[in-house]
């Protein structure tokens, strides 16, 4: 492997169709990115011999290795193994390290080999050297030949992440450069991307070398910041804008908001619970992604009509029916029922309307009020998502947690909110 510049093959009709969404690519390329090495080119080809292989000769026409994501399995549409067979001028053959792996897999689950005793998975172009998958059954491989360097991998996301980190990163890490330029990534929330790129825009004119490049998610900003590695330069730019982007900023080391806040409750011993509406269970969803999550997430109430609202959360049907369900009102009733029901020092919760329907001139689609209950008392703020359904769940998810990580950190109250957010008056109800 003589070359840093990688190109990414995602195989399979089902991308090309639109039925899966092709995620490995962009994950591999952030990995090699990590690892300092330059994607060159992603590729997304259906399920056919030739055109794999006119893919294949793509990729080596711009760059030195090649990684492919699919098409390995036991049926017949899987036929990427045959495709690079055949591109190499390669015959099939068992290897027997893959045929002894896949064997013993079939036989720990109790299953029967679509192939018999010798199974399509342990079929391997002749010289390809396997590489294990301990998640799944079908192993990878790689291939190499004047030069040029290409791994297959399974499509199932788990099992190819599984055999680049073990099997492949490390057998590349002695190609990545050693003077690979300098990156930090800075995670926002709260602030919209054109407000930050306004306050960090001056410090750019300052700093010519550098670059910075903004990526807006549903859940904030993050900001990636690259430079030459033996320039004092990026350590001063880095210092800048770090400190503008400070306020707003959760994150350098990619944790997600609620990795961020459930570590600082486990270290003060306080457990937070959810009462969610218009969000569906997704905040609590998030909140349960995090590993050890149930040393500080007590529990979580989906109450999305106004009768479970009212006997599961306590919400006056006074108010329900004075202010409605999507109010200040409401949101803060919500937020102390889920303290209560759960015993938990805070809760978080979220009612609005995600439309299409539900609307009125006064209460527009997008509208979302979320409460924090906290030892302080309760904080409800308000803001109108843009996007459909999606775009609000997980917008109002993300607003509700970025309050808590303020109370957390003690700065809900002199927080400088840019995000079209504003207070919402809690009158106590």
Known sequence: MGALRFAIIAVGDELLAGRTVDTNSAWLSAELDRLGFETVERITVGDEIG??????????????ACIMCGGLGPTVDDRTTEAVADYFGRGLCTEPRALAEVL?????????????????????????????????????FLVEEAGFTLFALPGVPHEMRDIFEKGIAPRIARFAPVDRPKSLSLYTTGIAESRLAGRIDPILTDFPNEKIAFY?????????????????????????????????CYSTDERSLPIVAGERLAEIGAKLSTAESCTGGLLASRLVEVAGASAWFSGGVVAYSNRAKAELLGVDISSLERFGAVSAEVAGQMARGA?????SEFALSTTGIAGPSGATPEKPVGLVFYALFSPEGITVRSNIFAGGRE?????????????????????????????????????GL
């Not at 998810?397 to 079209?420: C, I, P, T, V």
């Open 51 to 64: 055109a794999i292989g006119e893919a294949i000769a793509r990729a080596r026409s711009r760059a030195g």
């Open 104 to 140: 013993e897999k079939y036989a720990r689950r109790g299953l029967v080999p679509p192939g018999g005793e010798t199974p399509k998975e342990a079929m391997l172009p002749e010289g390809a050297e396997p590489l294990g998958n301990s998640v799944g059954i079908a192993p990878g």
């Open 216 to 248: 807006p998610s549903f859940y904030g900003v993050e900001l990636r910041l690259s430079g030459n590695a033996r320039s004092a330069a990026f350590e001063e730019f880095s210092r800048r804008v770090t400190e503008t982007a400070a306020p707003w």
């Open 339 to 343: 303290a209560e029901k759960f015993h």
């Open 391 to 427: 775009a609000h769940r997980h917008r109002s998810s993300q607003s509700a947690l970025a309050m808590l990580w303020l109370a957390l950190e003690g700065r809900l109250n002199r927080h400088e909110w840019l995000d079209g957010s504003r207070s919402a008056k809690w009158g």
